[in-house]
């Protein structure tokens, strides 16, 4: 069952790379140099890996992100909303201090806090008034994605910056970078503490273990003396800081302020990373990486042969698509017997 | 001259899969036109398996079918109905958000140029109706009684060329009133030519409204004669009724009272649930709430765990108010719940068998520290409570959906049951087992009076005789009479008082 | 001025009307299609580039329709037959479908940004009055022809739920295994549901850019969550469902008004549809739970 699982994955993955290729040879006028660029690009120099790298955190976040909603049965779709709002105000609170070490807590704690109200309150709708939380969180994160954008435009905009952003954070604020002259940053490694700290949590804490009775069976939980409402606002809540913290972990790491459209899409393809590592943290680094690999790719792609980079969103929906899908049914008696 | 049976079972038998549970062993049944046939027989003899087969829901593992002498094979129940043969479930199909004439039309829909055409449904629909003595309105049916809801399928059954209606259970939920209109319909029936057969516990109605009776046991027939010339003994013998044979306990008289329940009232909007309910438990005693179908007997036991909140009154226990207390509190206090429905709400089937035994006690220290488990002293409480319970496994940290429904029972029992609880509240326990379970849990129980005490909620009058010492008897909300075990009662006793008016 | 208002509501809502009942279809059976947003905006580039390229706006039309129906069959067929969940996926035509048209616009129009159509024929228009009037009359003017179409579409909506078919999506959706047991062939129905909203979607989408003669990446700009909320608010009731796309049509007017006439901050202005929405799917809310305790 689970090797089943996994081959589904792979499928999955290989119709990704197949769909690419064959897009790629459909839209360039050299194609077997744009697939070198699109497939190996992002391996045939440190700048290039390292960039790959550090675009995979956004997704290791917001991936967690979905992974910790969906541990405890919830579907947090505000992604998007809580990563680049959260990071926005995160950035905005820092700038008013100096001192380095206050101006990176204040980012972290304040994005991370915006992120679970951005949460919190469709999972509240959701709890109090069974209102669904696929509809609630989009609105929710939309809603806040245009409050974000205004608040880049208008009143935080740095007046000498060419597009809407907000002015550049100290230098000292900012993360360390790992891997020069790539933008690789200690984030990474942050990110994959946190999965694996989610990892542990899940499987040897009492909260875990309500999380994963919650997401098994909600009426058996509530049954057995589950504050089965209170497991999912947490749920939610967790989510959507973590989701905050990955915009300003990107802030913090690669841009140094935050710049409008700064998040493209990575909340929704945290999703993606979460589901096609099966919804386990310790593995969504590596879908993370899968994924930011089919961005970095059509990047390079399009900065050396100027093919499309949207190519890689294409894909990414392909993957989303099959992602859920099982591959190989097992053929079961299905009878239409009832077990007593 | 002999006549063609309208209807015949040769032989058949069937498995169920995954569970290999043996529901049919050797079938045969012969069910002549114009006739009203009872089949009759204990929980679990396969009487509803049977029927379901021949209305085409079911696929035989083997034996014959044969209507009008000519073998068929039904591989659906549109197959089934094209040869006139019709099943009223117990558990009826109906779309309850849908209106009456929606119902009894789905799927054969008459038309008025593209449109459902209403006028014609309620024209085709009116002599049925009338019969039967049903009002044509456009009520959604999850507005109107059993009694009614059971005449729309009847009627459903009728209108489209039913020769032979198969009704299971048809008088569980009908007071006797609606049961002699029933059988005075099924006898016309009878006479324009249908072959009617119907399901029931109950002998003495069998007997008295049925041409011909067939008794199943343990998924064989055993027995089939003209009801003339049987008597009601002789069947209830063939039948089995299989009571245990243990030393009743009477319990103390001075035995300290655990629940007290007073006035308690539940209203769902308009519904009456629970009326005033009042009265008290006694360590020691195991008293069964009994109703012929959701009477409030399991809703009770829902307010008493935290589940409902009553409208008004009080439930004491342990001289604690716990009226308003969450779940957990009230579990904590050492009230256990075994829930109706077991695969969706006693278990949580996408779960290890570890997981789901040590729900209630993964707060307690010392199986938790400092907001972590300690997965090794869980195993090890849950292997001790396997083992005491005879739940047989090897792995604690298997799927718990592996196990078979009988385990899977001792499981939940084990899981309640092994903290010692003062009070248990289960619902239809050995619903759908078999006798071995039925004894073990009565065996249970057993042992439990000597520290606490039970409330028993179920539909199934042999279960209640058989595990309790008292019987309350439901009836819409109301606590209607409080039989004693001291007189010893025959199942179909007990549903006869349940129907009975006033 | 109430009046200009109204007129340009009842524009703006048809579009996400459309889509809404088109996606009430598939709620109806109980398997909501999110991949709405994502077939509206194929929709649009499809139905114009087609239109350009065959110098008619009838077949840009159709091409809308079929590509929408193979995008919510798709959608449907991983659901049934790969056990997909449903609302992942429709998730994923969203996201496949946003990159999709940047890449057909980049390879076959060699622009990522707004492209304008020159060529496509003028939509045939239905003036009833002169078009400078102020008054009632001017609510019943000026309606394109696929604005026709639609109006047409919410009638055959409601005719649609008279059917019999209407009534086995409804059994479908409310208890599916006792629809099974009568008989009904869940399969057909769901698929057909599917292929309904294809339809409309794609309708939608044409009526969003067929008029104006252009695409833009994101020109759907969420309405096909507009009209998911009001499939889900409005329930089995065709004419419900018209009537909240109605009220939300009338935000996003506003939205437009507020860009257009005031000192709102743009963004602020793109976001109160949602904030609408939100809103009345709040009250919507409230009321029924309401009255259930009630």
């Given amino acids: 069952m689970r090797s089943l699982r996994i081959l589904s994955s792979i499928v999955t993955v290989a119709v990704a790379f197949g769909a690419s290729a064959a897009i790629l040879c459909l839209v360039s006028p050299e194609p077997r140099e744009t697939l070198w660029w699109f497939f190996v690009g992002p391996f045939s120099n440190v700048y290039f890996f390292g960039n790959m790298l550090a675009s995979s955190v956004p997704l290791i976040f917001t991936g967690l992100a979905a992974c910790v909603a969906f541990s405890a049965g919830a579907f947090n779709l505000g992604l998007e909303g809580q990563y680049y709002f959260g990071a926005i105000v995160g950035t905005i609170a820092a700038l008013n201090f100096s001192n380095a070490t206050v101006s990176r807590f204040v980012a972290l704690v304040v994005s991370a806090s915006a992120g679970a109200l951005l949460s919190f309150v469709p999972a509240l709708l959701k709890v109090k008034f069974s209102f669904n939380e696929l509809i609630g969180t989009y609105m929710v994160g939309q809603i806040f994605v245009y409050v974000g954008d205004y608040l880049l435009n208008g009143p935080f905009r740095d007046p000498s910056a060419a597009f809407s952003a907000t002015r550049y954070l100290n230098e000292n604020v900012r993360l360390t970078r790992i891997l020069p002259p790539s933008s690789l940053h200690v984030g990474y490694l942050i990110g994959i503490m946190l999965c694996f700290l989610f990892y542990f949590l899940y499987r040897y804490s009492t909260l875990g273990y309500e999380f994963r009775t919650v997401r098994g069976n909600p009426r058996f939980a509530k049954i057995h003396g589950i504050n089965v409402d209170k497991i999912l606002l947490i749920a939610m809540s967790l989510s959507g800081a973590l989701a905050a913290l990955g915009g300003m972990i990107d802030v913090l790491g690669v841009h140094g302020r935050a710049v409008k459209g700064f998040s493209h899409g990575s909340g929704f393809i945290g999703i993606a990373a979460s589901l096609l590592a099966s919804n386990d943290p310790s593995l969504i680094f590596l879908s993370a990486l899968f994924l930011a690999y089919l961005d970095s790719g059509a990047e390079i792609a399009s900065l050396m042969v100027q093919t499309p980079p949207e190519i890689a969103r294409f894909v990414q929906g392909i993957v989303l698509c099959m992602v859920t899908a099982q591959f190989f049914l097992e053929r079961r008696e299905l009878d239409a017997d009832s077990t007593a | 001259m002999t006549r063609q049976p309208l209807l015949q079972v040769l032989n058949v038998h069937k498995t169920f899969h995954p569970s290999g549970v043996r529901a049919l062993r050797s079938v045969n049944l012969s069910l002549n036109a114009g006739t009203v046939h009872a089949l009759l027989g204990a929980n679990g003899a396969g009487k509803t398996t049977l029927v379901r087969i021949l209305a085409g829901e079911l696929q035989p593992d083997g034996g014959q079918i044969l209507v009008d002498g000519i073998p068929v094979t039904f591989r659906n129940p549109r197959d089934a109905r094209s040869y006139g043969i019709a099943l009223v479930h117990q558990n009826l199909a109906l779309v309850d958000e849908l209106t009456v004439l929606e119902n009894v039309f789905l799927g054969r829909e008459p038309l008025s140029l593209f449109f459902v055409s209403k006028r014609k449904a309620r024209q085709k629909i009116k002599d049925v109706f009338e019969r039967l003595s049903l009002k044509v309105t456009d009520e959604r049916v999850e507005n109107l009684s059993m009694a009614e809801k059971q005449k729309i399928e009847i009627a459903r059954a009728l209108l489209f060329g039913a020769r032979v209606l198969l009704l299971d259970e048809p008088t569980a939920y009908l007071n006797e009133e609606e049961e002699e209109k029933l059988f005075e319909l099924l006898r016309s029936l009878k006479n324009s030519g249908c072959a009617v057969l119907f399901i029931t516990h109950d002998v003495d109605k069998a007997l008295n409204f049925s041409d011909r009776v067939t008794v199943m046991r343990e998924g064989q027939t055993v027995l089939s004669e003209e009801s003339c010339r049987l008597t009601v003994q002789q069947v209830v013998e063939t039948m089995g009724f299989q009571g245990r044979k243990r030393t009743f306990q009477v319990p103390t008289v001075g035995g300290e009272t655990l629940l007290e329940v007073s006035n308690l009232t539940l209203n769902l909007g308009k519904k009456i649930v629970l009326d005033r309910i009042s009265f008290t438990l006694r360590r020691g005693e195991v008293i069964g709430l009994f109703g012929l179908g959701n009477d409030g007997q399991y809703d009770l036991l829902e307010t008493i765990v935290g589940l409902k909140k009553p409208s008004s009154g009080r439930i004491v226990f342990k001289n604690q108010e716990i009226t308003h207390l969450s779940i957990y509190e009230r579990r904590r206090l050492g009230i256990a719940y075994v829930p109706e429905d077991r695969a969706k709400e006693a278990l949580n089937l996408n779960g290890s068998v570890l997981e789901n035994a040590v729900v209630n006690v993964y707060r307690k220290a010392p199986y938790a520290r400092l907001g972590f488990l300690r997965w090794s002293l869980l195993e090890q409480y849950t292997f001790d409570m396997l083992k005491e319970f005879e739940v047989k496994l090897v792995s604690v940290r298997q799927p718990v959906r592996i196990l078979s429904g009988g385990n899977l029972q001792r499981l939940v029992l084990a899981r309640e049951l092994f903290q010692k609880p003062e009070l248990l509240l289960a619902c239809k326990p050995t619903s759908g087992l078999d006798i071995q379970i039925q004894n073990y849990v009565a065996e249970k129980l057993d042992l439990m009076r000597s520290y606490g005490c039970a409330l028993i909620a179920s539909n199934d009058a042999e279960e209640m005789l058989n595990l309790c010492d008292r019987v309350f008897i439901f009836s819409k909300g109301r606590l209607r009479r409080v039989l004693d075990r001291e007189k010893l009662f025959r199942p179909e006793e007990l549903i006869s008082l349940a129907g009975d008016k006033g | ?294």
């Fill in chain 3, 1 to 294: 001025m109430l009046i200009q208002l109204l007129r340009t509501s009842i524009s703006s809502a048809l579009p996400i009307s459309t889509a809404a009942l088109g996606a009430s279809f598939t709620h109806m059976i109980g398997k909501l299609n999110i991949a709405v947003e994502g077939t509206m905006l194929l929709a649009c580039f499809v139905s114009v580039y087609v239109a350009d390229r065959l110098n008619s706006w009838f077949l840009g039309l159709l091409a809308a329709l079929i590509s929408s129906c193979i995008l919510s069959l798709s959608v449907w067929s991983l659901h049934r037959y790969f056990r997909a969940n449903i609302f992942v996926v429709g998730l994923g035509m969203n996201v496949l479908v946003s990159g999709l048209v940047v890449l057909l616009s980049s390879t076959l129009l060699g622009s990522k940004g707004t492209i304008f159509f020159e060529k496509i024929p003028q939509l045939p228009v239905l003036r009833l009055s002169s078009s400078r009037s102020d008054g009632i009359d001017a609510l019943l003017s000026e309606y394109n022809a696929l604005e026709l179409i639609a109006i047409l579409a919410v009638l055959f909506s409601w005719f649609v739920m008279k059917t019999p078919f209407g009534l086995r999506m409804k059994a479908v959706g409310k208890n599916e295994s006792v629809a099974k047991q009568l008989g009904l062939n869940v399969d057909t129905i769901a698929a057909s549901s599917f292929i309904l909203c294809g339809l409309y979607c794609g309708l939608a989408g044409s009526l969003l850019a067929l008029p104006l003669g252009l695409f833009v990446s994101g020109m759907t700009n969420n309405r096909g969550w507009l009209a998911l909320v009001a499939a889900v608010l409005g329930g089995d009731s065709p004419l419900g469902v018209f009537g909240v796309s109605l009220i939300l049509g009338f935000a996003v007017a506003l939205s437009h008004r507020l860009q257009l006439q005031t000192n709102v901050p743009s963004e602020i202005a793109f976001s109160v549809p949602m904030i609408l929405t939100l809103f009345v799917a709040l009250i919507y809310n409230a009321l029924t739970k309401s009255r259930k305790r009630g």
